[in-house]
């Protein structure tokens, strides 16, 4: 089926349109207020069929007391932000409670893969040259053990060319003993100190088509938290990828990278484990990028009401955070988050934060945030839409090849829905680097599949480039000098 | 107010009447127990009793005779008012509210109204306490509720409104600054919260907006008073004495944080 998305409105900020698709959120919710029901939301970008426009995928929810599951959506672009639903077509309806998604080339055959996060475990799609995606989870040998996962990241944990799986489990959840919680005396979700913590699991890529779980070996299913989400970037500058987590009202999760297979958590070494202030938050979403073009990967993450969005600058050998220097803990104190990304939604060359924004338990409504980068180590909060909705997932992604980076956002039993840049900002480049991270002019980005919340982005990279002609782009440590603005570069 | 229920209590029997004047509470429970035992289809005597009951600070007995009471005249406001104060005094302010809303209805005064916000803020529900206290002309009160509540723009509101009758009092300092801390940061509160250092918590508020600010130096005495109420401000203490180059101090210290915090986890 072909359709065109319904323009519904004009959002604020110079005139983003407001897009919905036709795909719908659902997340069983009842009065009761199972705990999955508030989590669903994850989104994937990236171009499944090669044909250099970004397609969307959507991981659904559905019943969760026996009835039917809510069948996960694949949108295919087909330009001018037309989009066709293939998911039939692709076999990608799956069959648990979903969450999270990440996209990559596992196997290295040049088409992006889905590895999907659900209640009961995780499914690997693999995607065929027909067009359709084969579910090849038992014989890729990744087993969660049952686990509920709500993310994941593909990385080359060991350098060796192919993409390894970081899963990010949250709680132990078992309907059969589900409490009741009351908050004003009405029944809402369960606080997740109820709930106990789960370890992550780490797979090995063993490049046949096979995965390896060295959770054990790697040091990381030493840990357990109520994992969010995991951004993924060699913060150490060391060459190898290490892993940093967001866990639900507890510590936060540093792994970092030792080679030979080996992590060591480090969030308290590195200053990250909890804000400065000494009081734990809820970790939700989190984006890793240099946003100071310092050459150094830069964290930020969401929690909610009155913990404010923490933000840390790497200084190399531990992070410093700037909360309340960037003046981000006075503009999000009274804000609640989920999904998070840097983006430069103005192509000034300073990368801005968005935040798809929500309460958690309470069910309170919120509109989306636009943090813009002034360039001088603070942001200004900006509107997008105004519309307070139950919003979860966040990718910034140019959908229209304007060169502009549009948004799609998710919420939870809502539509779906696209802001489409006014792209009245400054020049630009995309690096289509496959994996690699970039470096154009002064800025840096890492290449990771891990966005925000349960979110996954595997697109060319995004660089704003303000009044600039031309740029030097470096992938992989090649150097191409003087690069035009206003293309994608493909190495 | 006693007073004016008594008015209300039009067929209160000459001698009960005569010792609820004289403060003579128990025999005025006497007399009533016994018109209400004679004539139980009357329940004026069930009033009269309970009134004679939260007279004498019998809280819990007064509660029955005015629930008895309220079953036959449901909107008797002074009495739900009464029983709202009853529920208070026996610190059960969640069961509190619903009487006291009625009350409200009622009459909006300031005495009912003070003693619904008390409800609310007891039940932890402050948010709800604060417009209450809105109502009843309460600014200073409202702030704190807001504040508690953590609905630190509207409390910046009617802190700002009031501040310059609470210069130097140390508590509304404390809650003004903490407010400012959230609202604009650690700059603006630094006047505020020094001005109540003699508040423990509002040391900790202190430390940590020094730090912030990168005065690390500063905020440690603050931050080693305060932490003894909150370990949280562990963390920020390891911070400041690991920028003030103490690492053997800040390496014990953020151990002792991840001890506790982590047990609460």
Known sequence: MIFLIAVLAFALAGSWTVQQLPFTLVTGETVKKPLPATMPGGIAVFDYDGDGKLDLFFPNGGSLSGGKKAPNRLFRNLGNMKFEDVTDRAGLGGKDYDFGVAAGDYDNDGRLDLLVCGLHGIRLYRNQPDGSFADVTEQSKLNNLGRWSVGAAWFDMDNDGDLDLFVVNYVRWDPATERECLVDGKPDFCHPRYYDAQPNALFRNNGDGTFTDVSKESGIGDYKGKGMAAAVADFDGDGRLDVFVTNDRSFAFLFRNLGGGRFKESAFDWGVAVPQNGNPVSGMGVD??????????????????????????????????????????????????????????????????????????????????????????????????????????????????????????????????????????????????????????????????????????????????????VADVEIGGRVIKNVPVNQTVKP | MLIALFLLAQDLSQQGAQAM??????????????????????????????????????????????????????????????????????????????????????????????????????????????????????????????????????????????????????????????????????????????????????????????????????????????????SALLLPLSRCYKATGRVEDAARVEAEYRKRLGALQ
């Open chain 1, 288 to 469: 890793v990028q240099d946003f100071d073009n310092d050459g150094k990967p830069d964290l930020v993450y969401t929690a909610l009401r009155d913990e404010t969005f923490p933000l840390y600058r790497n200084l190399g050998r531990e992070f410093a955070e700037v909360t309340t220097a960037s003046r981000l803990s006075v503009l999000s104190r009274a804000m609640a988050g989920w999904g998070v990304a840097f983006a430069d939604l103005d192509n000034d060359g300073w990368k801005d934060i968005v935040v798809a924004r929500s309460g958690a338990l309470t069910g309170r409504k919120e509109p989306l945030s636009w943090f813009r980068n002034s360039g001088d180590g603070k942001f200004t909060s900006e509107t997008l839409d105004s519309t307070p909705r139950m919003h979860r997932g966040i990718v910034a992604a140019d959908l229209d090849n304007d060169g502009c980076l549009d948004l799609v956002v998710t919420a939870l039993n809502a539509e779906a829905r696209i802001l489409r840049n006014p792209c009245k900002g400054g020049n630009w480049l995309k690096v289509d680097s496959r994996g690699a991270s970039v470096r154009v002019g002064n800025q840096w980005r890492q290449a990771s599949t891990a966005v925000g919340y349960a979110s996954s982005y595997a697109g060319p990279l995004h660089f704003g480039l303000g009044r600039a002609t």
């Open chain 2, 21 to 230: 004047r004289e403060g003579r509470f128990a025999e005025a429970e006497r007399i009533y127990r016994q018109k209400a035992a004679e004539a139980p289809s009357e329940p004026q005597w069930q009033m009269n009793l309970g009134l004679a009951l939260h007279s004498a600070g019998k809280y819990a007995e007064a509660l029955r005779e005015f629930g008895r009471y309220l079953k036959a005249v449901p909107q008797a406001g002074p009495i739900h008012l009464l029983t709202g104060i009853d529920q208070l005094k026996l610190a059960a302010p969640c069961r509190a509210i619903g009487s006291l809303e009625i009350a409200r209805r009622w009459q909006a005064s300031k005495q009912v109204l003070t003693e619904l916000a008390d409800a609310y803020s007891g039940c932890n529900r402050y948010s709800e306490a604060a417009k209450v206290l809105e109502a009843a002309k309460e600014p200073r009160l409202a702030a704190r509720a807001h504040w508690q509540a953590r609905e630190y723009d509207s409390a910046k509101l009617l802190f700002d409104a009031v501040s310059a009758a609470y210069a130097n009092d140390p508590a509304f300092q404390y809650e003004y600054g903490d407010t400012i801390y959230r609202v604009e940061g650690a700059e603006a509160a630094l006047p505020h919260l020094q001005l109540a250092v003699s508040i423990l918590s509002a040391r900790g508020s202190l430390g940590r907006a020094l730090l912030d600010l990168d005065r690390a130096a500063e905020a440690i005495p603050h931050l080693e008073a305060a932490v003894q109420a909150d």
